[in-house]
């Protein structure tokens, strides 16, 4: 492993390569076929609101699954130890259940076809404008953060340079989602699911084997990191020292509340998948059903990422060669037989493609309709703005491409990430929730809550913890009070304006503001909808308990 920390490159053979070509000749395949069902925006952008639960929910887990998830997160399982599962069954569960049972029915009964478009309806152009343009920023910045976790499996597979494995990733990703929309990229997703499974089962499997089960793997972590290295919650006692960083307030409300729900209940990227659901119970079991096998695939990623840390204790330190996003590929090369390779491999670049096709097909809908047909270019014919979205998409995978290279300075990629959500996400997220839970929340706030969030949460991460102002352990110690420092800054600001500018009149808050009624809200369930097991909030607190129960083996 010390060998290959010095020129990693997987010993790969023409059978992994005919697997991977099978798998891309599938995946345009898809997008061609996709492209029959396009003929209008809504098409192009929603899907025509056609698809079932069962798709739309593995496409909402999927377009999260990506590269920068599997490697980001088996990073943060071999630098921070077990404590990545707080990412899943904190930061992840009790967001996306409340995104099923509690906001969806406002996002899908207004028929908004994105979420800035929802702050237009309930606030103002101002605040319209902002969300959207903040909204497409950060979709490319994470966008690019998909190319270059792709690169890192080119460069080892092909030895390309780094920057012919982006832009020619790039490119590919660009044929499907051009031609098929978001159809071709949901259906895809479906499909990359189930491949990235594959890939991953082997590696853990393969990973706890070397280092002699569980029991081997413990052994060697305890006696490298400590005790704390494997308990969720060891260490974080206020004051105390943990490989994290970070306290259980901290984990609680930065990660578990500001960031979690500001991510899961705002981005589009995910929020898109459930609004081209077929009907409104579609939408609310969207992400109740990706709930499920989320909580589950942390054991797939953290697992190589301990399984790493523990061949190699030197990973991510200055001097080995390697940073934490290596954890994957080392694996991949020492562990797994050709053929296995191949597919591990083919679900490598499947997460890649999910998590950018996902981004790029939420800016290209954002961009045309929030802002290109709602500023620019207005009251065309529908061919106009279908037309235009293809070249925006084409824009934004080039822009993408550019951002990629930025990535690549941190070692860490889920922490760049997290930086990312903290800026964007969670002043975002102050603003729906209290201008969908508050009725007297004015016009204005919305855009001077959403500038305040977003300038506080930079502010307090490039001044106050990277100019050294308060001493913060870790990058995603300081993550997470930047999004609380966004949160706070947010809410008050929101607060203060209202209390001096005119709310929005009642009538029009209908099916926007929590205990108002829209018509689409009213929608009854369809033919099968009303079984028992698939009823929302027997889903959504279903995934609550099993979650809570999942923390007790690492609590203890």
Do not use: C
């Not at 296995?340 to 679900?347: K, S």
């Not at 909030?537 to 007790?552: D, K, P, S």
Request: aromatic share 14%.
């Amino acid at each position: 492993m010390h060998v290959l920390a010095a020129e990693l490159r997987l010993p790969t053979n023409w059978l992994d390569y005919l697997i991977l070509a099978i798998y891309f000749a599938v995946v345009l395949g898809i997008g061609f076929a996709a492209r029959a069902s396009v003929k209008t925006s809504l098409d192009f952008f929603l899907s025509g609101r056609s698809l079932p639960a069962w798709v739309t929910g593995l496409a909402f887990v999927a377009a999260n699954l990506g590269a920068t998830e599997i490697l980001g997160m088996a990073a943060t399982g071999a630098q921070y130890g077990v404590a990545v599962v707080h990412w899943y069954w904190v930061g992840a569960i009790p967001a996306m259940v409340f995104l099923g049972l509690v906001m969806m029915p406002f996002y899908y009964g207004s028929k908004v076809r994105s979420v800035p478009e929802f702050l237009l309806h309930r606030f103002d152009k101002p605040a319209h404008l902002l969300s959207s343009g903040l909204f497409a920023f950060a979709s490319i910045l994470i966008s690019g953060v998909n190319l270059y976790a792709l690169s890192i499996v080119v460069e080892a597979l092909l030895g390309w340079p780094q920057w012919v494995s982006i832009v020619v990733a790039g490119f590919f990703v660009l044929a499907y989602i051009t031609v098929g929309g978001l159809s071709s990229a949901i259906y895809n997703e479906v499909l990359q699911f189930f491949v990235i499974l594959a890939a991953l089962i082997p590696l853990t499997v393969l990973g706890l084997k070397r280092v002699g089960g569980w029991d081997g793997l413990t052994d060697t972590l305890t006696k490298q990191h400590g005790g704390d290295f494997l308990s969720a919650w060891g260490g974080t006692g206020i004051g105390d020292a943990n490989p994290l960083g970070a306290n259980w307030l901290t984990i609680v409300l930065g990660l578990g509340f500001v960031l979690s729900f500001g991510y899961w209940t705002t981005n589009f990227a995910e929020v898109q998948r459930a609004l081209s659901a077929k009907n409104l119970s579609a939408a609310k079991r969207t992400p109740l059903i990706a709930a499920f096998p989320k909580m589950f695939i942390v054991f797939l990623v953290m697992i190589p990422g301990l399984v790493a840390a523990a061949l190699v204790p030197k990973i991510g330190l200055e001097g080995s060669g390697l940073t934490y996003n290596d954890a994957i590929p080392l694996l991949m090369s020492e562990l797994l037989p050709n053929g296995v390779l191949g597919i591990a491999v083919t679900g490598l670049l499947a997460a890649f493609m999910a998590g950018m096709a996902a981004n790029v097909s939420s800016f290209n809908t954002v961009f045309t309709t929030d802002i290109w047909q709602k500023y620019v270019v207005k009251d065309r014919p529908d061919a106009y703005y279908l037309k235009f979205g293809r070249l925006i998409t084409a824009i934004g995978v080039v822009a993408s491409i550019g951002t990629a290279f930025l990535a690549a300075s941190f070692s860490n990629i889920m922490g760049y990430l997290q930086t990312l959500f903290s800026f964007f996400n969670v002043p975002l997220f102050v603003v729906f929730i209290i201008g969908m839970f508050w009725k007297r929340a004015s016009v204005k706030s919305g855009f001077y809550g959403l500038l305040a969030g977003t300038t506080a949460a930079m502010a307090n991460y490039f001044i106050v913890y990277k100019q050294g102002v308060i001493a913060i352990p870790t990058d995603q110690g300081a993550n997470f009070v930047s999004a609380i420092v966004g949160f706070v800054a947010g809410a008050v600001v929101m607060v203060a304006v209202t209390l001096f500018t005119a709310p929005k009149p009642e009538e029009q808050l209908a099916g926007l503001v929590y205990g108002t009624r829209s018509p689409g809200m009213e929608e009854p369930p369809a033919e099968g909808d009303d079984a028992w097991y698939r009823r929302p909030a027997l889903l959504g607190w279903g995934a609550i308990i099993l979650a809570a129960a999942l923390y007790l083996p690492y609590s203890l």
